[in-house]
């Protein structure tokens, strides 16, 4: 027989229910997926580039670790820094996207303060 204490059983299900995916309405909510699109067209680009990715994960990374977010709340402030990522990465192959101009970030202020 196995000897499981009943603290051991709570800690067990907290982190399962911690690593659980989002519910079907949650990813509906979030958007699905972003599409990074990578131009190979010149050394310096890929530099450029390399830039941008960093910066992503650096931010994918402190959304991943936030405390303060709900799961669902980080899912869709990734989406919005990974939709800022392409269109920057657009930008440096001189394409535009047709969508506004914002770029400010409510999560990403609260984050840094």
Request: charged share 30%; with cysteine.
């Amino acid at each position: 027989m196995v000897d499981i204490t009943p603290q051991e059983v709570m800690d067990m299900k907290k982190s399962a229910q911690a690593q659980e995916d989002l519910s079907p309405r949650e990813r509906e909510i979030v958007g699905g997926t972003v599409r990074l699109d990578l131009p190979m067209d010149s050394q310096y680009r890929l530099r450029q580039i390399a830039e941008c990715l960093r910066d992503l994960a650096k931010k994918l990374d402190a959304l991943s670790r936030s405390n303060t977010l709900t799961p669902v709340q980080a899912c869709i402030e990734a989406s919005a820094q990974a939709f800022f990522t392409r269109r920057d990465i657009m930008r440096l192959e001189g394409r535009q996207l047709k969508y506004p101009q914002v770029r400010k970030s409510r999560i990403f202020g609260k984050l840094s303060e």
